[in-house]
């Protein structure tokens, strides 16, 4: 079932909502208009297959994992901070 855009009655925000690949989604829009929602719900269905087809993007590191990896790599001298001593 795609995503869909809902108006909630209570509120007036809209909401996307449906289930893809299995997982259910309900969340609040970014935007009250409705064509932005209507993308924002559509990017989203995308990233939601595109990542249970071919899994989590393999380049997606965070900033500590760079930089253990920079500093187990990289020879220093000795004037360099963070060199051993």
């Known amino acids: 079932m795609p995503l869909r855009v809902m108006k909630r009655k209570s509120t007036g925000a809209l909401t996307i909502s449906g ?5 259910r989604v309900r ?8 064509a932005l929602a209507r993308e924002e719900a559509a ?3 995308a990233e939601m297959l ?5 899994g989590p993007k393999s380049g997606a590191h965070s900033l500590a994992d ?6 187990k790599a990289v020879p220093r001298g000795a ?7």
């Open 19 to 23: 289930t893809v690949a299995g997982q």
């Open 27 to 34: 969340r609040r829009a970014q935007s009250n208009t409705l």
């Open 43 to 45: 990017a989203l269905e």
């Open 50 to 54: 595109r990542t249970e087809w071919h």
């Open 66 to 71: 760079a930089m253990q990896s920079y500093l």
């Open 79 to 85: 004037a360099t901070p963070g060199a051993p001593r």
